[in-house]
Nanobody, 118 residues
Framework: AQLLVASGGASVNPGESLRLSCVAS????????MSWVRQSPGKGVEWVSS????????LYADSVKGRFTISRENSKSTLYLQLDHLKTEDTATYYC???????????FSRGTQVTVSA
């Protein structure tokens, strides 16, 4: 069965950093572009960033450009998201998903909570 399990979320102060990881299993990770999306209470799913299969291509939402960095390690079937200069508006549950610039959270994706508050 396919599974995407994100981890690394925490409660932090504005301006601090976090590194999220997402371990994939049950499918060929290295043939899929991957994305991070986030969802906060009362809001829809927001696409955050995408990365191509080999990691050579990346794309970011304007709201995180210059602050977040997406990367992947295909040998470990793992996707990463480095979050720097965090803002209160970054508070959300973060999920990794299959595909490029998608906003659908699959049922087999487990998110991690990021809370940014002073």
């Amino acid at each position: 069965a396919q599974l995407l399990v994100a981890s690394g979320g925490a409660s932090v102060n504005p301006g601090e950093s976090l590194r999220l990881s997402c371990v994939a299993s049950g499918f060929a990770f290295d043939v899929f572009s991957m994305s991070w999306v986030r969802q906060s209470p009362g809001k829809g799913v927001e696409w955050v960033s995408s990365i191509s299969t080999l990691g050579s291509g990346t794309l970011y939402a304007d709201s995180v450009k210059g602050r977040f960095t997406i990367s992947r390690e295909n040998s470990k079937s793992t996707l990463y998201l480095q979050l720097d200069h965090l803002k209160t508006e970054d508070t959300a549950t973060y999920y990794c998903v299959k595909g490029w610039q998608v906003t659908t959270i699959e049922s087999f994706s487990r998110g991690t909570q990021v809370t940014v508050s002073a």
